[in-house]
């Protein structure tokens, strides 16, 4: 019988097409030409190990952008290739696992000869599909190579209750049963996502929320390398890495997980949020969407930068937020994109010239924290309360590390003769250009701030050390429901 083919040239044409179309010029087309060519094939993990190395090697990190993780999860990632484990990474949510995982497919090589029209990625020289070993056996050195791109060498699945042994492993597939196979034939079985990742990294999100019996049949295909579909027994001898997160506490021999899959992995790497405020302000400054505003430029204050990522770390200390939930770093990535976006509105309102967030838009960030934080309190409809003294606690942290007291003691003094200020969201930037030429003191504080730059950022500055003085108990604060305030002296 002739098996049927894709197209992939003729014997002498190395012009070939890989999996998704698109040529693929000067590549062997056939096993032959693969053959003379002197390509040899390795198993996954050693080719990981290798790229790995040559990156290693020349200075590159192997997780292009991950901050904080150089002196702790990076290395354990690097020994854990080269001594070709499969790895599971535990922590909570929010501390890059997936993002480390996919980036483990840019370790593989850009391009991979298969066995033309295999769905498991049928090595050339090694065939293990039924598919491929009866086709190499038919055409010998003219059996057709095609060349897989690595990004298609990567499987994922976020484990769920639901998730099936069809879903990894394969199913019969009642339509080649109906065009007159066996059931026992193994031609009839339609692969799931383990096999199709042969030759390639498959990963688990959230490892242990797979049913018992779902963790024994992947550590069956995984450490036996046979599989049973409806009782058939099929010999699949798999080269495939794999790599899983999943949550500390569940991932126990007396949580979630049964103990000889535990043990299939051979480097557990813990995660971690950032260490300190700089490099959690880092990633918010890489990872925040560039929001721009109608050509506007937009600048965010170093103490309000600040303020955002102190939010996120008196979060994960804070008794009234459930720890075990975590407090993701996408806390303050979107905190961060938020405040930007009540400034921008601010400007488009009031036609400024510039977007420079302030204090007053901190309330909207109500709405972009109280759906990434837990909050666990004995008094119910304290969740808003809980969330403004985190907010209140982060600028007074801010504050007190940037502000001196000979600058308080010089501001203060401004207000001894009953001053008053307004500030607000629909206040605009001249009215604080006007404030500072009256209050030479306060001007002079804006300055040490750094907000002499513009109207905007001056305006930022003003409400910054305002609201900071009455965090402190050095003025009176008369707030209003609309973000509006009324700062006077305590006296």
């Known amino acids: 019988m002739t098996l049927p083919i894709p197209h992939s040239g003729a014997r002498g044409d190395c012009s070939v097409v890989h999996r998704y179309g698109g040529p693929v010029p000067s590549r062997p087309a056939t096993i032959g030409q693969l053959r003379d060519s002197g390509w040899r094939s390795v198993p996954v993990k050693q080719e990981v190990r290798r790229n790995a190395m040559a990156r290693i090697a020349a200075g590159r990190p192997l997780v292009e952008g991950l901050l904080g993780y150089d002196a702790t999860v990076l290395p354990q990632l690097e020994n854990a290739l080269l001594a070709g484990h499969d790895v599971i990474f535990l922590g909570e949510r929010g501390q890059g696992k997936t993002r480390i995982i996919r980036s483990l497919v840019g ?89 199709r990742t042969n030759r390639g990294i498959f990963a688990i999100n959230e490892l242990p929320d797979l049913a018992e019996r779902i963790q024994v049949g ?23 890495m794999l790599v899983a997160s999943a949550n500390p506490e569940d991932y126990t ?72 939930s975590g407090v993701s770093v996408r806390l303050t990535v979107a905190n961060r994109e938020t405040l930007v976006a009540n400034a921008a509105r601010r400007a488009l309102r009031l036609d400024e010239a510039e977007v420079v967030p302030r204090v007053s838009d901190l309330g909207a960030l109500a709405a972009s924290t109280t759906g990434k934080i837990e909050i666990e309190t004995l008094d119910e409809g304290r969740d808003q309360a809980v969330v403004d003294d985190l907010f209140s606690a982060a600028v007074l942290t801010v504050f007190r590390s940037r502000v001196d007291a000979a600058t308080v003691r ?58 900071g003085l009455h965090l402190s108990k050095r003025l009176n604060k008369d707030a209003a429901g609309d973000g509006r305030a009324l700062y006077r002296s305590r006296r």
């Open 107 to 195: 370790l593989l090589d850009e391009w991979l000869p298969v066995v033309a029209g295999s769905e498991i990625n049928d090595d050339p020289f090694a065939p293990v599909s039924r598919y491929a070993r009866d086709l190499v056996a038919e055409r010998g050195d003219d059996t057709p190579v095609e060349w897989v791109q690595r990004d298609a060498r990567y499987g994922e699945k976020l484990a769920t209750p639901d998730t099936s042994i069809a879903d990894l492993i394969g199913e019969v597939d009642p339509i080649k049963v109906a065009e007159g196979r066996y059931l026992a034939d193994e031609s009839t079985l339609h692969y799931g996502l383990v096999p």
């Open 218 to 240: 992947l550590l069956n295909v995984l450490e036996e390398r046979d599989v049973q579909v409806r009782g058939y027994k099929v010999r699949l001898p798999l080269d495939v």
């Open 253 to 324: 021999n007396r949580g979630r997980i049964i103990t000889p899959l535990k043990d299939r992995f051979g480097a557990q790497i813990r995660t971690h949020y950032p260490g300190d405020v700089d490099t959690e302000m880092a990633i918010a400054d890489q990872e925040a969407l560039p929001l721009g505003v109608d050509g506007r430029p937009v600048r965010v204050p170093d103490e309000l930068a600040e303020v955002v990522a102190t939010v996120s770390h008196l979060a994960r200390s804070s008794p009234h937020v459930n720890q075990r």
């Open 410 to 467: 010089e501001v203060l003094a401004a207000f001894d003769d009953g001053r008053v200020v307004h500030t607000g969201d629909d206040v605009a930037s001249s009215a604080y250009i006007e404030l500072l030429a009256e209050v030479p003191a306060l001007g002079r504080a804006v300055a040490g701030l750094g907000g002499g730059e513009s109207p905007g950022r001056a305006a930022s500055a003003v409400e910054f050390l305002l609201e």
